[in-house]
């Protein structure tokens, strides 16, 4: 048992804040840098009554600023202001619609998509130029610009007016824009793949395993939905191959319950279509009606389960010296083993919403992120920030300063959520506010019904599980370098 008088006596003036649960027959500390630390039984004692006086675990825990110095405070905020170092710019990832319209009828968005024949849901040449004007008062310096949809190709004329017309507006600001496009890829050609490597467009789509399972999931009734995305998968990678670009096209897999006894299956996919990683991203309450739960959703333990085995089986063939990766893990270890937050995704406190990441829908209203745009498809304005208009700077300055950004702000900010703040874990986790709406009707997450969290916290401890073992260490680490030279699309497209 823990003696917890010898916590009670804790030399503040030695030993600074942390976090920390038993792990096994250890114990893992964290601190507010995401430094972390397995200590034995004995050393966790040692350490909190300060007998923990020199050795190897003295240095280490010395290092990594669990323990006080001289320089420990210029130190410590240094280190505190590098990992929170997002904070000081507003939006970067600037998500436009450039349609409702889509070919797909999928399986987990079929309710909220516009047909084909809706023309009046495209975004028109006045709305788009209003958008791009309104995403260049961002104090920011470097932009990204991500078209979705629910098939952004619907509207090319739109992505090619934008694309030009931003470009134009960073050269004159002096700032730097990058491109990403989210497409299904049935209404790729030859002259868009042209244009999208021209512009410098990154390109992100959707694979669900195989034939069988991919075209149930993403229902097509043109053509063959499946052949058509591996097709132009292979046909943009061997483009960017032959004019010797590092890039290769995303593909984000949403697992299904079909899913879950496939993983190898899927990975061997996915490998075999020479993509660098895999996302498994499971599915999110606001993406379907409760109704399809009942044919595409699990439980946690399901869903863990499946992760785990992914993550074994993925380990096994990096140890194969298949370079190969998964983006959820990438993540937390580039939290947990570098000394900057990657800022990736929407996983940081506060989460990226309206202050990072904002969605503008295809008629001009401006929301939180592609989540609070998704909601409003199905009624709910709760998460729209401001609209478009002429002034695009009083817009900027209205959406920015919105009731929504400040809610949002507030609610994903982990340092006042109590059970989160207390978690050895708050490094490295995140809230969502939408995700806590839809499943509680209240932004501010409660901490013991997020079945969110608890998906994060398994996933935590299996990968802090592996990083005991010296050679799945290594594999991890091999991850973060390559997140840190990839780039970034955000987590919120449905495709
Ligand atoms: S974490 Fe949730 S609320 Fe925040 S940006 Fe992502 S989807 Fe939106």
């Known amino acids: 048992m ?43 004692n040692d350490f909190i009554a300060w007998k923990l006086e020199s050795g190897e675990k003295y240095d280490e825990l010395l290092e990594k600023k669990f323990i006080k110095n001289n320089e420990y405070e210029w130190d410590m905020a240094l280190a505190f202001a590098k990992k929170n170092q997002f904070l000081a710019y507003w939006p970067s990832l600037h998500i436009i619609v450039t349609s409702l319209r889509c070919n797909h009828k999928c399986q987990y968005c079929h309710a909220a998509v516009a047909p084909m024949t809706a023309r009046d849901m495209d975004m028109t040449t006045d709305t788009a130029k209003k958008v791009v004007d309104t995403i260049f008062y961002t104090s920011n310096p470097n932009l990204t610009i991500e078209f979705q949809g629910w098939e952004s190709l619907v509207n090319w004329d739109i992505v090619k007016y934008i694309t030009e017309y931003a470009e134009i507006k960073a050269s004159h600001l002096a700032k730097n824009v990058t491109f990403a496009l989210v497409t299904n890829l049935t209404l790729m050609d030859e002259e868009k793949l042209k244009y999208l490597i021209e512009h410098n467009i990154y390109i992100s789509t959707s694979l669900d395993w195989d034939e069988e399972t991919h075209n149930f999931n993403r229902t097509f009734k043109e053509w063959n939905s499946f052949e058509k995305v591996t097709y132009w998968i292979k046909r943009i990678n061997q483009e960017y191959e032959k004019r010797w670009l590092s890039q290769k096209v995303w593909a984000l897999l949403t697992v299904t319950k079909k899913a879950l006894p ?68 990438s993540i937390y270890l580039s939290k947990i083993l570098t000394d900057k937050d990657p800022n990736y995704l929407d996983e940081r406190s506060p989460c990226w919403a309206c202050i990072w990441q904002v969605a503008y829908n295809y008629d001009g209203k401006i929301y939180s992120c592609d989540e609070g745009r998704m909601l409003a498809r199905m009624g709910d304005y709760n998460f729209q920030m401001w609209e478009v208009g002429e002034n695009a700077e009083d817009v900027y300055k209205n959406m920015i300063n919105s009731d929504t950004t400040k809610t949002m702000v507030q609610a994903s900010t982990l340092d006042w959520l109590p059970g989160y703040n207390d978690s050895v874990y708050k490094p490295y986790i995140w809230v969502c506010p939408i995700h806590s709406y839809k499943t509680t009707w209240n932004v501010i997450p409660n901490y013991s019904k997020d079945y969110k969290r608890l998906l994060d916290y398994a996933i935590l401890d299996y990968i802090f599980e592996k990083l005991k073992n010296e050679e799945d260490k290594a594999v991890f680490k091999s991850w973060v370098l390559w997140i840190k030279n990839d780039f970034v699309v955000s987590q919120c497209e449905l495709i």
């Open 2 to 44: 823990l003696d917890l008088q010898n916590i009670k006596t804790l030399k503040s003036d030695k030993i600074w804040f942390f976090r920390f649960k038993k792990f096994g027959e250890d114990y893992l500390i964290t601190n507010d840098i995401a430094k972390y630390s397995f200590l034995t039984k004995g050393e966790f």
């Open 262 to 329: 496939k993983y190898k299956e899927i990975i061997d996919t996915y490998v075999n279509l020479g993509l660098h990683g895999i996302f498994l991203r499971p599915l999110n309450p606001y993406w379907f009606a409760a109704a399809d739960l009942k044919n595409l959703g699990y439980s946690s333990e399901e869903f863990v389960d499946f992760y785990k085995k992914s993550m074994d089986y993925i380990l096994e063939l990096n140890k194969k010296w298949i370079n190969f990766s998964e983006m959820l893990s």
